[in-house]
Every structure is written in structure tokens, then in C-alpha cells.
């Protein structure tokens, strides 16, 4: 079993993941989603999702592909030659044809290039002698029988893009090499309001770290100096460098409030750190001063934490700065020196390539270990520990900003027959049917989510109960009219709650909610509902459907 890409299309559709998942696929085509998004590192719901789609864009097929000359089979390849204006209908006219597998317009001494399998000898001189002549249009033929298959392959479409289209290992980490940029079905909003990831406690890590180094640098850095006697002249300028560092270490990661420079933060302290390990080589006796290895510490170190471009300039940074230093602070080298110059810079750009590889699959497994715990596999939502994080920080951002929010429970109708009628796989398809309504029906700042089973909730910041109810009527009909093959029209029952309407706590709000879907359920199904008003009637569900419609 293998996946075969349709190479009528263009490379540039697909994205870096999708290009991988078919490099899996063509090698395996049995190989699991699960085993595939584990490889990757993405989520199992990603892979699949994006795999449907590339077979529904027609641009993968998965089938099962077998050697013809093990199977006893003979095979020929036919150049045909057309009569004027006849190319099409004779391309057609063959690829009608049972035995035909291969059917190709091409320039030059054929207009046609066809392959055909038959089960053997004889098949093959009928094919050629009656069947092939039967159709109008051909001026004449050539045929070229298979003696031995040497290589066949279905990996094409794919060789030339990983060599001269595959990321650098300098080129920025965090972009969608990996398709964690964004966290594959992940709420943007949440993210960075630090609901995963915690980018806060990151930089309170961070600066902990460098913290500690800076200080126990500069305090190893004055003891060997003074101790050494190695630079007397130079001494008292080393001091006051050290003096200078400690002062920038002291402003910069106690006296400023955390998070006041933003992101220049980053640049500044790079900057300054490599000023200083140029001044620090060159008081210290140029290409011999011991103290090179500040520059491996600092390339190294901002290797693991920031993008690849930015540890590729600060390597080349540090290098001029190695260079500078080592030709005005000493003698002219001798040219061992200068052997032991380039070994240095060399060992210091390997030690930023190794960094950089290894800070970015840091990286990705820490963003696969995010996905998996915040996303329900089978449907690509959030799933339930995450939705009851999202729900406890949207009530204390209410609660600050005095704006309420809704809260929506859907209910999948009668999934059990569903599941007894056609089997789980069906239900399965149906409860993704449902996700992608919800997905479809909701803003970036919403966050939806598998509650379990066959139940849905959906968290819609600062929306007033009409909002909510709008909201809610729109996921309906649009699951409604849905239409899933053998099953016909799936349908929800929906709850509408608001907050601090109809509960001050997480769990007050979920009661609520339940009652508020159950009460759907026992009107018919197929409705919306809330915790006190009931269900909606459908005079008063017209024009919220028109809204709906309209939203």
C-alpha cells in the first residue's frame, strides 16, 4: 500500500507538514496517523484532517500498488503518433480502455505515451493487433515491451523540493517548518494570553539563568585576574569593564520591571555581551588571551532559546569580534596563531549550528507535548482539561473588564444510532462533521472544545445572550444541513448560557448549560435552548436564524 501525488498539481499548494505527511505515506501508505503525527509532531487529528483534504483536492490518492512482473503480468510501453486534430479523442479513446494504466500527452517524437498491463503474451498481441488499430485517429504506432522493471518509484513530486527547497538549519525556528508556528488547530489568543505554553514563566526562567552566569562570570573573571598578575598594564581598564557589565546586569534583570523591553530585551543584552567579550579579548592579550571561550558561551546559550537567524547573526558578530580583537590586541600572529584563530572561529560556528538544532527540537517536542495535551485527537477541538482552562481565565478576564461572555453546550443527536446502524466509524465521522460546523461558526478569540462523548462546548468572549443565541442557531442549521453519505442529515440540541447570568462559577455555569441542552432534548432535539427562557419557538427563532445566517 502506498500514496501516489497527483503531479498535475503545483508544488507551491502544498505546505511544508502537508509534503511530509505524503513523504510518510508514499513510503507507507498502511503507516498509522498516529505513528506519522508522533514522527512529526503533530497532533493525530492534524494528519488526518490535512490527509482528507489533500485526497478530496485530488492531489493524493492511497491505493494498492503491485509489482505487475512478480504478478506474472507482461507490460509494454506504446508511442502513438495522432492525425491532425485527433490528439484528444485518441487520449480518451485509450484511457477508456481496461488494460491501458497510463495514458500521457507529450511533445516530441510522440503525441501519446501509453502503458499498458496485460495478463500475458497472448493478451498483449491482442491488445496490440485488434483493439489498439480499432481506434480512429492513430497515424501509426512503436511498441517497447517490459524485459525488466529496474526501478519503479511513486516518490516523485517530492525529490527536488526537500533539496532545494528544504528549510536551512539557519532558517527561523518557530516558523511552520513544523507547522508549530500556530500550533495546528490551536486558539492563537489563548496562547499568548499564556493559557499553554506560559511565556511569562519562560522569560522568568530565562532571566534567572542568565542571571546567574552573568554574575558568576564576572565575579571568576576579577579573582583570576587579580590573582594572575597576567595583565598588569591592562588591569585597572579590566576592572572597569567589569565594573560596567556588572552595573548593565544589575539594571537590566533587577532594577527594570520584568517584560519593559519587550523583545529588545534580547538584542540589547546580545549586543552588549559581545562588546564586552571583544573588550574583555583584547585587555587580555588578543589570539592568546584565554578568555575566548566567552564568545562560544554567549553563541551557544542564545543558540538554545532564540530563532536560528538571529543565533547565525550573533555567530557572525562574535566572529568580527573575535577577529578585532585578536589583530589589536597583540603582536602580529605567527602562523600557528592564525591556525589557532580559525580552528576557534571554526569550533565556535559548529557549536552554533549544534546549538540551534538542538534548541529547535527542544522546541518542537516541548510544542508536540502542547498539542497532544490540548487537543482532542479524533475531532481536532480542544479537548476537555483545556476548555476548563480557557473557561476559568475568560471568568477573571470578565470579571475585570465587567463584560460577560456566553457558553454553548451542543449535543450530537442520536449518535448512538448512528453508531449501531453503520458503525463507529460512522459515528466518528459524524462527530467530526459536527467539530467542523463548530469550527466554521466560531471567531479566533472563541474557544471550542470536545467535552466528551458526543457533547460540544464553546466559550464566546464578551457576547451578549443574543450573540450567544445567534451563535448557537447558526452551528445548528449548519449541521443540519449538512449531509454525511449513508447517513443523511445529522442534527444538535444546543444550550445557551451567559455569564454571570446564569452561574458565578465553572461549575455553576457548566450545570447550568447541561440543564439548559437537556432542556433542547426534551423539547424534540434539534434546538436551541436556554437555562430559564426554554426553547426557542419558531416565531422567535426566524429572525434569529436570519442573523444566524447573516453573522
Known amino acids: 500500500m502506498t500514496a501516489v501525488r497527483n503531479g498535475s498539481r503545483r508544488q507551491d499548494e502544498l505546505s511544508a507538514l502537508d509534503r511530509r505527511i505524503i513523504e510518510h505515506l508514499q513510503a507507507d501508505g498502511r503507516r498509522p496517523f498516529t505513528q506519522i503525527a508522533a514522527e512529526l509532531g503533530v497532533s493525530e487529528a492534524a494528519v488526518r ?49 481496461p488494460e491501458v494504466d497510463y495514458v500521457v500527452v507529450t511533445t516530441g517524437r510522440y503525441d501519446i505515451l501509453v502503458e499498458i498491463v496485460s495478463e500475458d503474451g497472448d493478451g498483449l498481441l491482442r491488445f496490440l493487433t485488434d483493439r489498439l488499430p480499432a481506434i480512429d485517429g492513430l497515424r501509426d504506432t512503436e511498441s517497447f515491451t517490459y524485459l525488466r522493471l529496474v526501478k519503479q518509484t511513486y516518490q516523485f513530486g517530492l525529490v527536488v523540493p526537500p533539496l532545494l527547497g528544504r528549510r536551512s538549519p539557519l532558517a527561523s525556528i518557530g516558523e511552520p517548518e513544523s507547522d508549530l508556528g500556530d500550533l495546528e488547530g490551536l486558539d492563537r489568543a489563548a496562547l499568548v494570553g499564556g493559557l499553554v505554553g506560559r511565556p511569562a514563566e ?31 598594564q591592562t588591569a585597572p581598564a579590566i576592572y572597569i569593564l567589569l565594573g560596567l557589565a556588572a552595573a548593565f546586569v544589575l539594571v537590566v534583570h533587577d532594577l527594570v520591571p ?38 562560544p558561551l554567549i553563541v551557544g546559550a542564545a543558540a538554545l532559546v532564540v530563532r536560528a537567524r538571529a543565533t547565525f547573526v550573533l555567530a557572525a558578530s562574535a566572529v568580527v569580534g573575535y577577529v578585532v580583537a585578536s589583530a589589536l590586541g597583540s603582536v602580529p600572529a605567527t602562523p600557528t596563531e592564525v591556525v589557532t584563530v580559525a580552528i576557534n572561529i571554526t569550533a565556535m560556528l559548529l557549536l552554533a549550528y549544534v546549538g540551534s538544532v538542538i534548541g529547535r527540537e527542544q522546541r518542537r517536542a516541548r510544542d508536540a507535548a502542547i498539542r497532544l495535551s490540548a487537543v482532542d485527537p479524533l475531532t481536532g477541538l480542544f479537548n476537555r482539561a483545556f476548555f476548563f482552562a480557557a473557561l476559568e481565565r475568560e471568568m477573571a478576564r470578565s470579571a475585570r473588564s465587567g463584560r460577560g461572555f456566553c457558553l454553548l453546550m451542543l449535543d450530537l443527536d442520536e449518535l ?20 467542523d460546523t463548530i469550527r466554521s461558526g466560531i471567531r479566533k478569540i472563541d474557544v471550542a472544545a470536545r467535552y466528551g462523548g458526543d457533547e460540544f462546548v464553546a466559550v464566546l468572549p464578551e457576547t451578549d445572550p443574543t ?85
Not at 65 to 72: E, F, H, I, S, T
Not at 274 to 295: I, Q, R
Not at 471 to 499: D, N, P, Q
Open 49 to 97: 484532517a490535512r490527509t482528507n483534504r489533500l485526497v478530496e483536492r485530488g492531489i493524493l490518492q492511497i491505493v494498492g500498488v503491485v509489482d505487475p512482473g512478480k504478478m506474472g503480468f507482461q507490460q509494454a510501453l506504446i508511442g502513438i503518433r495522432c492525425e491532425p486534430g485527433r490528439l484528444v479523442s485518441v487520449a480518451d479513446a485509450l484511457a477508456a480502455l
Open 202 to 232: 519562560d522569560r522568568a526562567a530565562y532571566d534567572r539563568i542568565v542571571r546567574i552566569v552573568s554574575w558568576a562570570f564576572l565575579v571568576v573573571t576579577a579573582v583570576i585576574v587579580g590573582a594572575s598578575g597576567l595583565w598588569p
Open 258 to 295: 520584568a517584560g519593559a523591553l519587550g523583545a529588545a530585551k534580547y538584542l540589547l543584552e546580545g549586543t552588549v555581551a559581545l562588546t564586552f567579550a571583544t573588550l574583555l579579548v583584547l585587555l587580555t592579550g588578543g589570539h592568546a588571551s584565554p578568555f575566548f571561550f566567552t564568545f
Open 416 to 435: 448512538k444510532t448512528i453508531n449501531d446502524r453503520a458503525g463507529h466509524h460512522a459515528g466518528d465521522a459524524a462527530l467530526r462533521a459536527v467539530a
Open 467 to 551: 450573540g450567544g443565541w445567534v451563535v448557537a442557531e447558526k452551528m445548528r442549521l449548519g449541521v443540519e444541513a449538512s449531509e454525511m453519505e449513508g447517513l443523511g442529515h445529522s442534527t444538535v440540541s444546543i444550550g445557551v448560557i451567559s455569564y454571570p447570568r446564569d452561574g458565578a462559577t465553572a461549575d455553576d455555569l457548566m450545570i447550568s448549560a447541561d440543564r439548559a441542552m437537556y432542556a433542547s432534548k426534551r423539547a424534540g432535539r434539534n434546538r436551541v435552548a436556554g437555562p430559564e427562557t426554554g426553547v426557542v419557538d419558531e416565531d422567535d427563532a426566524a429572525p434569529r436564524r436570519a442573523r444566524a445566517v447573516a453573522r
